[in-house]
């Protein structure tokens, strides 16, 4: 039986590094798929490099997709319709959907009892005390605690279930892995049969990891918003890399994940204030705390 980690690439060099070691007693391999363009539809360049990590170049697996979804829809990039706004969410989806389907371009050489790790690039599972052949339940979702700009700058009091895994004989597709919400239904929910998102058969995983988000110079993360996801959020907001070094100095991010995704004008204001607090070293990867010299500016100087 092997393990194998997935993930989608932006451009993330260092924390793919960090998830290289800090997964490299427990991973048999690591499959990579970049896109040719930003989830905002934006060409770019190839960035990932598996030259960057040559202890593990071999056990590395890149996928590079070219095309765009064919059910892309078009919008007037004059309007500013909530129509519009709606549809730009759309398309952001599908890319992101298609990205991380494309992982399974390799799975031919992956066996039924095999498990399969899906994280976005910004989130590392914790499989320190994970016995994968005890596991009875056919999926797994991870734990994990948030992080903002720093490595021990966390956002207190909110659990992030981003890790999910499953055995290949298990897998829908990579996207449906993704989409499993964190909550455990009785067996009576025949409801569950239907849908693609609630399942019976799950585990927990506490402790599950970390969700290093935004690990970036102000520049990167105003890049970043411009192009994921919410990127058509990001955009009426007005935050601008002025703002971005203020919250990085002062401890705050502008996102309230406490509203409603839908009242996005609430949830996501530069007028927002929600405190990050610093960790102790005792949270983090045994990775991160042996080499904070080596990523020392991206530690809190809080002492």
Same mark, same amino acid.
């Given at each position: ?14 924390? !793919?590094?960090?998830? @290289?070691?800090? %997964? #490299?007693? *427990? ?8 896109? +040719?363009? =930003? ?111 720093? !490595?021990?700058?966390? @956002?207190?009091? %909110? #659990?992030? *279930? ?8 298990? +897998?829908? =597709? ?130």
């Amino acid at each position: 039986m092997k393990i194998f980690d997935c993930t989608t690439y932006f451009n993330e060099p260092m924390l !793919f590094e960090i998830r @290289l070691n800090v %997964l #490299d007693k *427990y991973v048999d391999e690591f499959i990579v798929a970049e896109a +040719l363009y =930003t989830h905002s539809g934006q060409k770019k360049k190839i960035n990932f490099n598996k030259e960057l990590y040559p202890k593990f170049k071999d056990r590395i697996t890149h996928i590079v997709i070219e095309n765009e979804p064919e059910n892309i829809v078009s919008t007037d990039p004059n309007s500013e319709e909530i129509s519009n706004q709606s549809i730009y969410r759309l398309n952001a989806a599908k890319r992101i959907e298609l990205q991380r389907n494309s992982l399974a371009q390799v799975f031919d050489k992956i066996n039924y009892e095999d498990w399969i790790i899906y994280s976005d690039s910004d989130e590392i599972p914790n499989l320190t005390n994970l016995n994968f052949r005890e596991i009875n339940k056919k999926f797994l979702l991870f734990k994990q605690s948030m992080f903002y700009y720093k !490595f021990n700058l966390s @956002l207190p009091m %909110l #659990d992030w *279930y981003g890790s999910k895994a499953c055995q290949y004989k298990n +897998l829908t =597709t990579i996207s449906e892995l993704r989409n499993i919400k964190p909550k455990k239904y009785g067996w009576w929910r025949f409801d569950t049969i239907f849908k693609k998102n609630k399942f019976i058969d799950i585990k927990v995983i506490n402790n599950g990891g970390w969700h290093f988000t935004e690990i970036k110079t102000p520049e990167e993360i105003y890049i970043k918003h411009s192009n994921d996801e919410h990127h058509d959020e990001f955009d009426r907001t007005g935050i601008n890399e002025e703002n971005i070094k203020d919250m990085i100095k002062n401890r705050y991010i502008p996102y309230d994940h406490s509203i409603d995704q839908k009242d996005w004008e609430k949830k996501w204001n530069k007028d927002n204030r929600i405190k990050l607090s610093v960790v102790p070293n005792l949270k983090l990867p045994e990775y991160l705390i042996n080499n904070k010299i080596k990523y020392k500016d991206w530690f809190d100087q809080y002492e």
